[in-house]
């Protein structure tokens, strides 16, 4: 019998080509990490054509490339206005290396430093629509909040986010990020071991990993409230994402999504 598609689960395509080692760990690179993966003969994203048309002067411009940005998203399929509204009002650009800001509203991931990377646009609203689809989430956590953007999203819309980083100089640089702007005061964040989740700020309407694990630690899926859900990448070479539905105390709905490279997800904390 085959098995029934969630609504949001649409069609992917495979890349068969290798993909060589990095510092980001086996398989990964800048380039591939935090995104969705595509066929060779997939559409453009439009990213190539954005960033030959980028002005010289983002600064007074990138509301209008957050507009456009915002547009390519909705034409790639995320439905969900309040996401779509977010990332209308967060500037991406503050949130990636000033060398890098003329490339922020490219649909890519780009480095943040420490071997990891700000997630690809599309992955970002996809997740966080899926996460929310047909819900109103009032308390979210975040594991692995990396420079911020993507808490800082997600706070635009909940009440209370959390968020959980492990890489000390991510954790100090999403601090200065999320001190400044729209998302001052917005974020609850916490320098530890994202794996562990936050058992004294549960349970959850809803739970985002950024980054994937082998499997998906057990001890998240029971921070969530009953009929809450948890988006993440799970697998090592091979990548999807994961949607969980708690569904009662001891039980929970799993469906499997896009396929994706996301960095490591690793224990502890780096200093």
Same mark, same amino acid.
Not at 21 to 26: E, H, I, N, Y
Not at 81 to 110: I, K
Not at 171 to 192: E, I, P, T
């Given at each position: 019998?085959?098995?029934?598609?969630? =609504?949001?689960?649409?069609?992917?395509?495979?890349?068969?080509?290798?993909?060589?080692?990095?510092? #980001?760990?086996?398989?990964?690179?800048?380039?591939?990490?935090?995104?969705?993966? @595509?066929?060779?003969?997939?559409?453009?994203?439009?990213?190539?054509?954005?960033?030959?048309?980028?002005?010289?002067?983002?600064?007074?411009?990138?509301?209008?490339?957050?507009? %456009?940005?915002?547009?390519?998203?909705?034409?790639?399929?995320?439905?969900? !206005?309040?996401? @779509?509204?977010?990332?209308?009002?967060? /500037?991406?650009?503050?949130?990636?290396?000033?060398?890098?800001?003329?490339?922020?509203?490219? !649909?890519?991931?780009?480095?943040?430093?420490?071997?990891?990377?700000?997630?690809? =646009?599309?992955?970002?609203?996809?997740? #966080?629509?899926?996460?929310?689809?047909?819900? !109103?989430?009032?308390?979210?956590?975040?594991?692995?909040?990396?420079?911020?953007?993507?808490?800082?999203?997600?706070?635009?819309?909940?009440?209370?986010?959390?968020?959980?980083?492990?890489?000390?100089?991510?954790? !100090?640089?999403?601090? #200065?990020?999320?001190? %400044?702007?729209?998302?001052?005061?917005?974020?609850?964040?916490?320098?530890?071991?994202?794996?562990?989740?936050?058992?004294?700020?549960?349970?959850?309407?809803?739970?985002?990993?950024?980054?994937?694990?082998?499997?998906?630690?057990?001890?998240?899926?029971?921070? @969530?409230?009953?009929?809450?859900?948890?988006?993440?990448?799970?697998?090592?070479?091979?990548?999807?994402?994961?949607?969980?539905?708690?569904?009662?105390?001891?039980?929970?709905?799993?469906?499997?999504?896009?396929?994706?490279?996301?960095? /490591? @997800?690793?224990?502890?904390? %780096?200093?």
């Amino acid at each position: 019998m085959n098995k029934p598609r969630h =609504p949001l689960d649409r069609s992917f395509r495979i890349a068969r080509s290798p993909v060589r080692s990095s510092a #980001l760990g086996p398989g990964y690179s800048v380039a591939n990490s935090n995104t969705r993966i @595509l066929g060779p003969h997939a559409p453009a994203q439009g990213g190539a054509a954005l960033a030959s048309a980028l002005p010289a002067n983002l600064g007074l411009n990138s509301d209008r490339l957050r507009t %456009q940005m915002v547009r390519r998203l909705r034409e790639q399929g995320i439905t969900d !206005d309040r996401v @779509l509204a977010a990332m209308q009002t967060v /500037p991406r650009h503050d949130f990636v290396d000033q060398g890098l800001a003329s490339r922020a509203y490219e !649909d890519a991931a780009l480095p943040i430093g420490y071997g990891q990377t700000i997630s690809q =646009p599309w992955v970002v609203a996809y997740m #966080l629509a899926v996460m929310c689809e047909g819900r !109103d989430p009032q308390r979210v956590l975040e594991i692995g909040a990396g420079c911020g953007y993507q808490a800082a999203v997600l706070a635009q819309f909940v009440p209370e986010v959390y968020a959980v980083e492990r890489i000390r100089g991510l954790y !100090d640089q999403a601090r #200065l990020n999320l001190s %400044q702007g729209r998302s001052r005061g917005r974020v609850r964040l916490s320098f530890g071991d994202g794996m562990q989740g936050l058992e004294h700020r549960a349970p959850f309407d809803g739970i985002v990993v950024a980054a994937a694990g082998v499997k998906i630690p057990e001890v998240l899926l029971h921070q @969530l409230a009953i009929g809450a859900r948890l988006i993440a990448p799970e697998g090592s070479t091979h990548q999807r994402l994961i949607l969980f539905e708690r569904t009662g105390p001891s039980s929970w709905h799993r469906v499997e999504l896009e396929d994706v490279r996301f960095v /490591p @997800l690793r224990p502890g904390t %780096q200093t």
